[in-house]
């Protein structure tokens, strides 16, 4: 009862209070614009956006931001399926049939089933997000401080086992952003660490301006870097893009693709909600599961099916990587921890006791997510018939410009102070090189935010169990926390057995 | 190909000395605060030099250098450090105006018209915004 009460609270905020509204409709068009710009994408404008929710109320700019996210995870298809380059990341999949698609001539098809199947795995995803994430956090209230160590033990484990790539990057990746949130005083002696006398250091590292300069002008100086590739990025697109309008699948096409939807969504909610697993393990798991189920047909060769379970999935991700945000204060991908900056600049914390104490804020999120995903379809169908052709022919150089301009101002607004600039710039730099080396930001952003919180839990945990470790054994949850790690650090090696007996 | 093996190794290196800096300036902490800095100091050098010996180990280098625009890059940074030094010295607008002139410019944009108005209008913008609806206090030079 009470959460239906809450249920209602939240999407009153954003349906009956008409700045909110129009804030959620903005972010949403705004990130599908971003999300269909290949080289742009969700953290970076989710970034240069935070410092503008500063004057808004908490409600207003969560409206926003869960906008931009949901947008551009669907806004990444319009580049995909148009010009077989993914707008981001969470469309590298829906490339493979929907620009076969394209050139059959079914453009507009593909983009409608993306967009349908978006809206479909976001809903399942606001919903799952709004009865999953109450029921952790009263869960979590129970946490005491070896749970809480064990729960950040759990949350670098399954970064490290999720995780795509080199293993060693991952963890050299966290390692990073554990020697990130060391910087400053420290929390129990009170000494000063890692600060060389500078007075900006006493603090410690400011989250927003480093993930500014990490999403924002990392990857402008990424982009810089790039050019020496002949044609610019816009060259390209004006010669390949064209006018299409979007349409819509029948009545038959969507009862075909109701089991791919649920099984989809199934993957998207569970994958989502591992911190670090991401939106590109759901893609691949989903498009993966679909061709298991439909063998009947030939993928990668222009499939509705093969558009349907990818945009499904990544927008599934959405809702459900904020379950451990939300409830365990545990980002679980870069989008969230930009997510956890946004409430910090209003004096909120996430965690289990976020849907006590801010419960109309969490309900509000949960609402926007719902609404946004809702949106998805006019405002898809809105950017891909009047927008979508013009936008892709944007110059990039103009743009890379402009953005340069919005971080540097927003990492000034955060704390009214000019070191801010300093700190966006200095990880700008930071951020450009380890995105040459592969070295990946989700780990490293995790860690610099449970960091601080491990230190903590783990003084605190020594004084509960008083120096005795295996004290932790003797705690339920610890002990399911720490087997749920085990098994995380085991996916590595199951891969490896799993690669080799497929090569042999 | 060997330039680019070169530099990752360079890369493990590096982090392998921070990792050793870390490792040495948190012995001098007291108590439990050199906890935490030690793992890390100790975790880069062994992660470092494992990512190194995977390097040694696969045919192809992660990093291409020849993809790599250097000079734009070194533009870009010098740039963003005499923004860095301007921003207090001239004011916040006249430095960021400067700051998108050179990026655009730097970009190879060659409307060079296009290139001084689509940065004021954005400076402008955002400063009315910013200083004026959000009353943050951007340092202005004749105000």
């Known amino acids: 009862m009470q959460m239906l009460l809450n249920w209602g609270i939240g999407l009153s905020n954003v349906f009956l209070t008409p700045t909110n509204l129009l804030l959620l409709l903005v972010g949403t068009l705004l990130g599908m614009i971003v999300g269909a710009l290949p080289g742009l994408n969700s953290p970076i404008a989710m970034s240069i956006m935070i410092p503008l929710t500063y004057g808004m109320d908490p409600g207003a700019a969560l409206c926003i931001l869960a906008g931009i996210y949901t947008g551009s995870t669907c806004g990444g298809s319009v580049s995909s399926i148009l010009l077989e380059v993914p707008g981001t990341g969470a469309a590298v999949v829906t490339a493979f049939d929907g620009h076969q698609m394209y050139k059959e001539g079914k453009g507009g098809l593909a983009l409608g089933i ?204 959405v809702g459900s990587s904020m379950i451990p945000l939300l409830a365990l204060g545990v980002p679980g991908n870069p989008a ?34 719902f609404t946004a995903s809702i949106a998805l379809l006019p405002v898809m169908h809105i950017f891909v018939n009047y927008m979508a052709t013009y936008v892709l022919r944007l110059r990039y150089e103009v743009l890379n410009g402009l953005i340069l301009i919005l971080c540097v101002t927003g990492a000034f607004a955060t704390g009214n102070n000019d070191s801010y600039i300093v700190f966006a710039i200095v990880f700008g730099v930071i951020g450009f090189v380890l995105k040459k080396f592969h070295i990946p930001f989700g780990p490293l952003v995790l860690a610099t935010v449970l960091g601080s919180m491990l230190e903590s839990y783990y003084i605190q945990s020594m004084v509960t169990l008083r120096g005795n470790f295996s004290g932790m054994l003797q705690r339920p949850i610890c002990v399911g926390l720490l087997l749920l790690s085990v098994f995380f650090l085991l996916m590595p090696l199951k891969r490896f057995l799993k690669k080799k007996k497929g090569g042999v | 190909m060997k330039k680019n093996k070169y530099a990752e190794y360079i890369f493990s290196l590096v982090l392998m000395i921070i990792g050793a800096a870390v490792l040495i300036i948190g012995k001098d902490f007291r108590g439990n605060d050199k906890y935490f800095p030690s793992i890390i100091g100790a975790g880069m050098v062994i992660t470092a030099i494992w990512m190194a010996w995977e390097d040694r180990k696969q045919d192809k280098a992660c990093i291409d250098l020849t993809k790599i625009n250097f000079a734009a890059v070194g533009i870009t940074i010098v740039a963003l450090a005499a923004y860095m030094a301007l921003f207090r010295l001239i004011g916040y607008v006249l430095s960021t105006i400067l700051l998108g002139i050179s990026i655009i410019l730097g970009l190879r944009y060659n409307n060079v018209k296009g290139a001084i108005l689509w940065p004021t209008l954005m400076v402008l913008v955002v400063f009315v915004i910013f200083r004026i609806l959000l009353k943050v206090p951007l340092p202005v030079l004749f105000l």
């Open chain 1, 114 to 317: 993306s967009a349908v199947s978006s809206v479909v795995g976001g809903i399942i995803a606001a919903i799952v997000l709004g009865a999953c994430a109450p029921f952790v956090a009263a869960q979590a209230l129970k946490f005491g401080a070896p749970e809480y160590l064990m729960l950040s033990v759990m949350g670098f484990a399954s970064v490290i086992g999720m995780s795509n790539g080199r293993m060693s990057k991952n963890i050299m990746a966290m390692l990073i952003g554990l020697l990130i949130s060391v910087i400053g005083i420290s929390p129990q002696g009170g000494i000063k660490r890692f600060t060389f006398g500078t007075h900006a250091l006493l603090e410690g590292i400011p989250l927003v301006p480093m993930l500014i300069g990490m999403f924002g002008i990392g990857a402008i100086i990424s982009t810089i870097s790039d050019m020496k590739l002949g044609k610019t990025a816009s060259e390209v697109v004006k010669q390949t893009v064209q006018r299409v309008k979007m349409q819509y699948p029948d009545k038959e096409m969507i009862k075909s693709f109701l089991p791919i939807w649920a099984q989809s969504s199934v993957i998207g909610n569970v994958v989502g909600a591992i911190p670090g697993a991401g939106m590109t393990v759901a893609i691949f798991m989903a498009y993966d599961q679909v061709k298991r189920y439909r063998t009947d047909l030939e993928f990668g060769t222009g499939v509705p099916e093969g558009v349907a379970a990818p945009e499904c999935a990544n927008n599934a991700v």
């Open chain 1, 336 to 369: 969230s921890s930009l997510f956890l900056g946004a409430l910090l600049i209003h004096g909120l914390r996430t965690g289990p006791k976020f849907f006590v104490e801010s419960a109309d804020v969490a309900y509000t999120l949960i609402a926007a997510f």
